[in-house]
């Protein structure tokens, strides 16, 4: 009879990640962790120019090096139709360069060989004759009337301009403009930033010339939807096609778009017949594939004489680099960027994005981010702070008092988005309360008497997670759904396979856990698999905080399917009629009858053993979830910073940070999810810089150079949450991986700026360095 029920691992409960196990052990599989019989070497040869036409290139000498099978260029891969491939906006990227090359650390040959060094050796020696041509390296420049023409290999390319995009409405919103009584403007660049997840990109390719199946082993966040790109590029027939994703050290978006190293590596091993193992080192990855941001705003926001928001009028200019290969929804050119009215109740707005060409490695990837989400989050956050203090108003009071309030929603912004929940001035007190806000200000002005300069940055972002849904959102025409496919076995165990792919939030610890809530099957007893497209379900994977709002919401989906199904088992095997059977704990039990029970592990062994009269066997199902709107998760981040008046140096001396995810499913994961996205906001908001010179030379292509956040530099951050569920979502859940680096470096910035308003500096653009804090307290007259 009725059998103890256990079911450790619910929503809710912060257990131990599952996956910890291996990775602690440093038994994680990573991609160079797989070694091929019989497999070779590919290393790159990549430009050392901006913009240069290509005149030769000779391998002659690399070809006759010991240990080299081949010399791959530009030409033999147009002679298969291979130099130029698709990329996920509709634009073309030069796999291996034939005409020109048009950014610093472009591909321009690759050597494969029987070990890397000897591939490294051989790469040397290939001589590349170059026609060094101006760099543009800026969208000002791009715009210029006689700019160098970038893409010259696009028929109808006249200039570099790729696109003009716009949202709201331009005449309502110039009619607010003009009875506003005040208008303010930022004018901000958000950086070029990237996202350095501690492994590089690479892959292996296999393809056996006996049964023409290629496997290729990928570092990828989405390896169903690169199976299909790659079909179309290849030709090759897509159930040849199998990608693995392995374990992943870190992508944040860097590890979605089709990057060149790719198609080179799997052209050559369908070529010589052999694996070919292709890993990019850290400068590679840092020069060459899919950076962040880059992106120059305007934003003007109109007010009443009460401080009352009016309109919202915002214009970007979008650095894309050489290639627009942004992974960005076809509808949606300057990505989900028209988010940019955030949690504010503003009429009307309008937004106006242009997109240009220049000298630099394609842009644009969503680093931890929904496809632009943070810059605008960045530019409304920035803007609101600016306009609460050119008006004399507290930072929060402003937003106060401004807020969509928690009886609008579902809330119909101006450009169009439809707001699933929120409750922001719950959030903010929250934060406010735990930081101490008034004593907080207090201190601030007392200290503010003493000479000192310290401030308080407040950030109250919105943003928009979990696309699809399918209808508004796809890349490439796939729409974005996700996939969750569910077997449990005899025994009561289970296997979960998604379309999705963790790169170390989490998955296989929290993704079990809603099987246990749904099911009652223990967490320790389903086995999470993802990143292998022979075996899961096709989804279109992993970034932009999409994995629980979709793929978590098809498990719960699933899951559900099997408990129906257990229900008709169960009312087989008690003799009682469906209707009477109550679900409780893993179990159903007949009403009134509580220990007439079966647990779902009684369930399971029956679905293959005693099974009603005309049921099929088996307890297994597959759901594709294709979500009715996006997640809307939001929080109030509040950082307290001290400024050495002497050096310019930010010293952070408070962080708070409350989220409202929804329901959470871990909430230790959750919070770990947090504190790194808020060390990231922290890196981007004051270390971070990649730029380029006047001849488009990457400076930033090194951890020397590119200064990333240790432990050391890191503040101490202090956690609050509210839950406000997400209506939509089966388990009230909304995404949570980006919210902490789309809403801090607006907070981070804005307490430097609150510190120095006293001094009328009202912008610093990131990284907000100790030079520039230095030099505009020096431009204000401060000599100390
Ligand atoms: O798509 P990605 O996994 O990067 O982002 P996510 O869906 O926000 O999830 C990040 C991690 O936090 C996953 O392990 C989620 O299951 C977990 N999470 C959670 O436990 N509760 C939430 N409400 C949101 C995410």
């Known amino acids: 009879m009725a059998t103890e029920v256990h079911m450790h691992g619910r929503i809710g409960e912060s257990i131990k990640r599952k996956e910890d196990g291996r990775f602690l052990r440093g038994k994680g599989n ?10 070779l070497h590919m290393v790159i040869l990549r430009s050392p120019h901006a913009h240069a036409r290509v ?10 090096m010991p240990g080299v099978i081949a010399v791959v260029t530009g030409e ?22 034939t005409d020109k090359v048009r950014f610093q650390g472009q591909e321009v040959a690759a050597v494969v060989a029987e070990t890397k060094a000897q591939a490294e050796d051989a790469r040397d020696l290939i001589v590349v004759e170059y026609d060094v041509l101006p760099a543009v390296i800026s969208p000002q420049q791009a715009k210029e009337a006689g700019a160098a023409l970038i893409r010259d290999d696009k028929e109808n390319q006249r200039d570099n301009h790729i696109y003009h995009w716009e949202a ?9 403009f003009a009875k506003a009584d005040k208008v303010v403007r930022l004018h901000t660049f958000y950086p070029r930033c990237h996202p350095a997840p501690l492994e590089t990109c690479g892959c292996i390719a296999d393809v056996n010339g006996a049964t023409g199946k290629a496997t290729i082993y990928m570092t990828s966040q989405a390896p169903h939807a690169i199976r299909t790109v790659f079909a179309l590029v290849t030709g090759l027939p897509e159930q040849n096609i199998r990608v693995i994703s392995p374990d992943i050290g870190g992508g944040f978006g860097n590890k979605v778009p089709v990057y060149p190293g790719y198609v080179v590596a799997t052209a050559a091993s369908l070529l010589i017949g052999r694996p070919v193992k292709w890993v990019e080192d850290r400068n590679e990855n840092l020069i060459s594939t899919g950076f962040a941001r880059d992106f120059h705003m305007t934003g003007d926001l109109a007010l009443d ?26 509808k949606f050119k300057a990505g989900l960027f028209h988010i940019v009215t955030g949690s504010y109740d503003i009429p009307t707005a309008h937004v ?49 008092k401004n807020f969509i309030q928690p009886e609008q929603f579902p809330y119909h912004s101006a450009t169009g988005w439809e707001y699933d929940s929120g409750d922001y001035p719950r959030a903010m007190n929250v934060a406010l309360e735990q930081l101490g806000y008034d004593e907080m200000r207090k201190d601030v002005e007392a200290r503010r008497k003493k000479g000192e300069v310290t401030g308080i940055g407040i950030a109250s972002f919105t943003e928009v997670v979990g696309a699809g849904h399918g209808a508004e959102y796809d ?4 729409r974005m759904f996700d996939s969750a496919e569910l077997r449990v076995h005899p025994t009561g165990k289970a296997m979960l396979r998604m379309g999705t792919k963790s790169q170390g939030q989490g998955h296989e610890t929290t993704f079990a856990q809603i099987v246990t809530e749904e099911l009652g099957i223990p967490a320790a007893d389903v086995a999470v698999e993802e990143g292998d497209t022979d075996t899961a379900p096709y989804g279109l994977g992993t970034y932009a905080s999409r994995s629980t709002a979709v793929a978590g919401a098809a498990t719960a989906m699933v899951a559900r399917k099997l408990r129906d199904k257990a229900r008709k088992i169960a009312s087989h095997l008690l003799e009682a009629a469906e209707e009477d059977l109550e679900w409780e704990n893993g179990r159903f039990y007949v009403k009134g009858s509580t220990d007439r029970a079966k647990t779902i592990q009684e369930i399971a062994f029956a679905a293959y053993s005693n099974i009603p009269e005309g049921m099929e066997a088996g307890l297994e199902g597959v759901h594709y979830y294709d979500p009715p709107n996006m997640t809307f998760p939001f929080g109030t981040y509040a950082v307290v910073v001290d400024v050495d008046k002497g050096t310019g140096q930010v010293k952070v001396r408070r962080v708070v940070a409350v989220d409202d995810c929804g329901v959470r499913i871990n909430p230790m994961i959750v919070e770990g999810q947090i504190h790194g996205g808020l060390a990231e906001g922290y890196g981007i908001a004051f270390m971070e810089l990649i730029t380029f010179d006047a001849e488009g030379n990457c400076i930033g292509s090194n951890f020397m150079e590119y200064l990333l956040p240790t432990a050391w530099e890191t503040p101490r951050f202090e956690l609050g949450e509210t839950t406000t569920p997400s209506p939509h979502h089966p388990l009230g859940a909304k995404g949570v991986g980006e919210s902490p680096t789309v809403g801090s470096p607006a907070a981070y910035v804005n307490a430097v700026m609150d510190a120095l308003a006293p001094y009328g500096v009202t912008n610093i653009d990131m990284p907000v360095t100790s030079d520039k804090v230095w030099a505009a307290l020096r431009a204000a007259g401060v000599t100390e």
């Open 168 to 176: 709201g409405d331009q005449a309502t919103t110039q009619a607010a």
């Open 76 to 97: 033999l891969m147009a002679q298969h139709k291979l130099a130029w491939m698709p990329t996920l906006s509709y634009d073309t990227q030069a796999v291996l360069a």
């Open 475 to 478: 890349i490439l025409g796939l």
């Open 55 to 64: 005149k030769s290139v000779d391998t002659a000498a690399a070809s006759a």
């Open 305 to 330: 004489k009460n401080g009352k928001m009016l309109a919202l009028r915002v214009h970007l200019d979008s650095d894309n680099g050489a290639f627009f290969a942004d992974a960005q929804p076809t």
């Open 30 to 39: 990573y991609l160079d962790d797989i070694d091929l019989p019989a497999m």
């Open 352 to 400: 106006t994005a242009d997109g240009y060409y220049t000298n630099k490695a394609p842009g644009g990837v969503a680093y931890r981010c929904s496809f632009r989400v943070t810059e605008a989050s960045y530019l409304i956050e920035r803007l609101v702070t600016n306009a609460a203090i050119e008006l004399g108003m507290d930072q929060a009071e402003f937003r106060m």
